[in-house]
């Protein structure tokens, strides 16, 4: 087998990547991981973790990815940088699939498992692109502490938005929490964390209409969606957590995906094109978690594995 033939290539470092790419190697399958330094994994993104299993108290999101990576690498996973720009069938007999990336390296291998997550949802309204970077973020570990002393927005209910909050405290002066309902969707937990804070405040069932601020952010327009009034709300920075898309551009046009681009696997994680394999927040209706990202990515290599021995005529059943 050639430098750039294997039997797996997993696309994505996120903790379903590395899952798979621990127990595809322990097979003994010849793995190549691809992740890009531009589609960073949403954990390598977020400050703490706290409901990951087996870690009382806590670990840092960088922490985990380095501790799968190096246990991955122990076992002989091959890892490369890379944007995938897209995958292809060479030849349907061979069932052998091509992988592309944007700087034209071109990689083979009888079976591809996508785990490439999704990234931040943008709002959509005027002023988010023009200030994006100058005061618009959608990372709080990444920009946090360019707000210190300074008052901030952080837009959406969910857990991502509250776990954002609660950091963007250690430096901003005032985190004013944006949010379209009367009432949060984040677990439990997080609200309490949240509510006993004093730092943060609420601004329930309101948007965001529009981001103003000459170089760099200055106010926002909050339209009530009960008294359908709009206001104006000066501050430093806007920090958006709406929700995500999936990185799946790549492989759309292959597998079947919902209206939105989330790609649909069954609960072994196959999708429907034999041979392909989705793993982690990419799949469409499946709940975004580090440990169920890590359960996914397990399942995909075990099936993963099946699938190749199958296609050699030495499956053990």
């Known amino acids: 087998m050639s430098d750039n033939n294997y039997e797996v290539i997993i696309i994505g470092g996120g903790p379903a990547g ?20 531009t589609v960073l994994s ?3 993104l977020t400050d703490l973790i706290e409901n990951y299993p087996g870690f009382p108290g806590n ?13 991955a690498r122990y076992f002989g996973l091959e890892i490369k940088e890379g944007f995938v720009e897209y995958i292809e069938c060479i030849n ?10 944007q700087n034209k390296a071109s990689y083979t291998a009888y079976s ?31 920009d946090g502490a360019f707000f210190r002393n300074k008052t901030v927005a952080v837009v959406g209910g969910g857990d991502t ?24 969707r984040a677990e439990q937990f997080l609200q309490e964390q949240a ?14 209409q529009e981001i103003e601020g000459t170089d760099t952010v200055e106010n926002i327009k909050l339209k009530n969606l009960k008294k359908d009034s709009v206001t104006d709300f000066n501050c430093d920075g806007v920090f958006i957590f709406v929700g995500f ?3 799946t551009e790549y492989v759309r046009r292959i597998v079947k995906t919902d209206d939105t681009g989330w790609i649909i696997t069954d609960g072994k994680m196959n999708t429907n094109v034999s041979g392909i394999f989705a793993a982690g927040d990419l799949r469409s209706n499946t709940y975004r978690q580090i440990a169920t990202a890590v359960g996914d990515g397990v399942t995909a290599a075990l099936s993963c594995e099946k699938y190749i021995s199958r296609m050699r005529g030495n499956e053990y059943v």
């Open 59 to 71: 670990i840092k999101g960088y922490e985990l990815i380095e501790n799968l990576k190096k246990q």
């Open 112 to 142: 591809i498992i996508a785990a490439s997550g999704a990234k931040a949802k943008m709002l959509g309204v005027k002023g988010e692109k023009e200030l994006r970077g100058k005061g618009v973020s959608y990372c709080a570990v990444c």
């Open 42 to 44: 949403q954990l390598m």
């Open 245 to 247: 898309t999936p990185n």
């Open 195 to 208: 509510f006993k804070n004093d730092k943060i405040e609420f601004i329930w069932d309101s948007i965001v």
């Open 18 to 37: 590395y899952s798979a790419g621990i127990y595809a190697t322990r097979a003994m399958l010849k793995t190549l991981l691809i992740e890009s330094c």
């Open 161 to 184: 938005s509250i776990q954002e909050a609660l950091f963007l405290t250690r430096y901003a002066s005032k985190v004013n929490v944006v949010h379209r309902r009367n009432r949060l």
């Open 92 to 101: 349907a007999t061979d069932r052998k699939w091509r992988v592309v990336t």
